[in-house]
């Protein structure tokens, strides 16, 4: 990566931690201009939550050296998801469009070498994402529902707050740090710091405030071979943890759902899908330890 291009990176970063400073005002702009070149966006985001989480996780990514370094990996992959919820490359240039003019609107000091860059890194994103669409959606079209909830709470309120996300997510790395497979992957790391990131991770995931300022979830986890059946694992502590704070059947629900949307930013299929960060270095991987038994899911009280 020249120069040319790290100085781009700076210029959007700056510029997409602006929006989501003022998310509470440019989500409902970016989604209502998305959803004229996009009229199926409600039903792929059909709650502020959903929008919320998706729009911020964007935002974030953008800017990012390690995405750019990866951009052909991350964005073919993420084409190929995305379509599976059936996006298709027709609905590119909507989310271009939306996206320029959000920065545009909310942007205030925005200047026309800001906007350029915007230009540049979103163009070629996009273009490394659209060779992953299909021309023509396989889903039989999709029926829009409406853009919102009407709802007056977030997630965050129902849970309980910070405090509670936080007490959760305590809970469950203590557990995983402990567990002698997955516990793997977060050897030598500090549980205070993974707690914090996590939890402001949710926390804006959860409609509150958005305050992390970390890698996106398939950045954070190119060099690690993750399976389906270590995430099931990670599944049933996270549920584990939810339950002894005594939340709710449809809190823990709406919880899983939230997590579960960047399941397939992590998982692999193979070790070959993993992308490490320098030379000399090789994949994170975690043979499962004979004897090794599945955490029992905790009945509900």
């Known amino acids: 990566m020249n120069n040319y291009h790290l100085e781009d990176l700076a210029l959007v970063r700056r510029s997409a931690a602006t929006l989501r400073g003022c998310i509470d005002d440019s989500l409902p702009y970016f989604i ?3 959803s004229s070149g996009f009229p199926g966006i409600g039903s792929l985001l059909p709650t502020v939550e959903a929008q919320r989480r998706k729009f911020s996780a964007m935002l974030a990514t953008l800017g990012s ?11 073919s992959q993420m084409g190929r998801r995305h379509a599976s919820y059936g996006v298709i490359k027709g609905h590119v240039p909507a989310l271009e469009m939306a ?14 070498r800001a906007l350029d860059a915007w230009k540049r890194v979103l163009g070629e994103y996009l273009r490394l994402m659209s060779e992953s669409l299909p021309e023509l959606s396989s889903m039989g079209g999709v029926v829009e529902a409406a853009v919102g909830d009407s709802r007056t709470s977030t997630l965050l309120d129902d849970v309980g707050g910070e405090a509670v996300v936080e007490a959760v997510h305590r809970r469950f ?9 997955i516990g793997i992957f977060f050897y030598g790391k500090s549980i205070d710091s993974l707690v914090m990131k ?3 991770f949710m926390v804006a995931a959860f409609g509150g405030g958005d305050d992390y300022k970390w890698e996106a979830p398939d950045v954070a986890h190119l060099h690690m071979y993750i399976t389906d059946e270590q995430a099931d694992i990670r599944e049933i502590i996270l549920r584990n943890a939810i339950r002894e704070q005594g939340l709710s059947a449809s809190v823990e629900e709406r919880w899983l759902a939230t997590d579960q949307s960047f399941r397939s930013a992590i998982v692999k299929t193979s070790i070959e899908s993993c992308r490490v960060r320098g030379p000399g270095q090789v994949p994170l991987a975690a043979r499962r330890p004979e004897g090794y038994r ?7 009280d």
Do not use: C, N
């Not at 790395?173 to 497979?181: A, G, Q, S």
């Open 173 to 181: 790395y203590r557990e995983v740090f402990d567990d002698p497979w």
């Open 198 to 200: 996590q939890t402001k």
């Open 32 to 34: 209502s201009s998305l």
């Open 294 to 300: 599945v955490p029992v899911l905790l009945p509900r």
């Open 65 to 75: 050296e390690r995405m750019f370094e990866d951009r052909e990996f991350i964005m």
């Open 99 to 112: 996206l320029m003019a959000t920065v545009e609107r909310f942007d205030g000091e925005v200047t026309l």
